[in-house]
């Protein structure tokens, strides 16, 4: 922990190699938000990539980080470099991604949450496009089948609509902070979500009669 004084240095004179050293004691706190963030599981960049942003975020902390104010540099800091990553993010081209990451795991829509708000204006759930059958084997194969639609409705969606998705399911942004990382207006965030929502339904609706 860097102490008071060092910050006052620091904000006093510029110091370069003062600020290398608190870049190091402080590195931790951007392997943390690449932990926390589902953007690491959706292969859009290399993990070296968000590493560098979250640098880039940290750094720019360091720099507009007044003591003074009260704030733990800390919680200013995880939203600074939160906020350097998805900036990063709206200009780059989303690449294809396979079934699996590079280190063998399933990708983010494999654990898609099922139990937010699918829409806000519509008020049903993601969850309500599976049955809510008993658990048993047969009914947690099926579900997991649906699952596996899911994940791949998801996978095969356009860019932007995936970007959406991912922001408003995954990293809890509003549709006003979607809108502003977009650049497109507020309505519509929305109307793409309520067009995703739709196909997703649409597809697990086939998958069920199919059933039938």
């Known amino acids: 922990m860097i102490s008071s004084e060092m910050w006052k240095d620091y904000k006093l004179n510029s110091n370069s190699n003062l600020k290398k050293e608190i870049i190091k004691q402080y590195t931790n706190l951007v392997y943390y938000v690449i932990k926390r963030s589902k953007f690491v599981n959706l292969e859009i960049m290399d993990n070296g990539d968000f590493f560098q942003f979250g640098i880039e975020g940290l750094s720019e902390a360091i720099d507009r980080y007044d003591p003074d104010y009260g704030t733990k540099f800390e919680t200013y800091a995880i939203q600074r470099i939160r906020g350097k990553i998805i900036d990063e993010l709206r200009k780059i081209q989303i690449k294809p991604r396979s079934m699996t990451n ?6 983010y829509y494999t654990n898609v949450s099922l139990n937010q708000p699918a829409d806000q204006e519509e008020g049903y759930l993601l969850s309500e496009t599976i049955p809510d059958d008993k658990e048993t084997p047969e009914t947690t194969t099926e579900k997991n089948e649906e699952k596996y639609l899911l994940m791949n409705a998801i996978k095969g969606l356009p860019e932007k609509q995936r970007l959406v998705i ?3 399911y ?29 196909i997703l339904r649409r597809n697990l609706q086939v998958l069920s009669e199919g059933r039938v």
Do not use: F
């Not at 590079?102 to 990708?107: A, I, R, Y």
């Not at 990293?171 to 309520?194: F, G, M, N, P, W």
């Open 166 to 168: 991912t922001l408003y």
């Open 102 to 107: 590079s280190d063998g795991n399933k990708p």
């Open 170 to 198: 995954y990293e809890d942004l509003t549709y006003k902070e979607i809108a502003k990382i977009l650049a497109i207006t507020v309505s519509r965030v929305s109307q793409i979500h309520s067009q995703v929502v739709k």
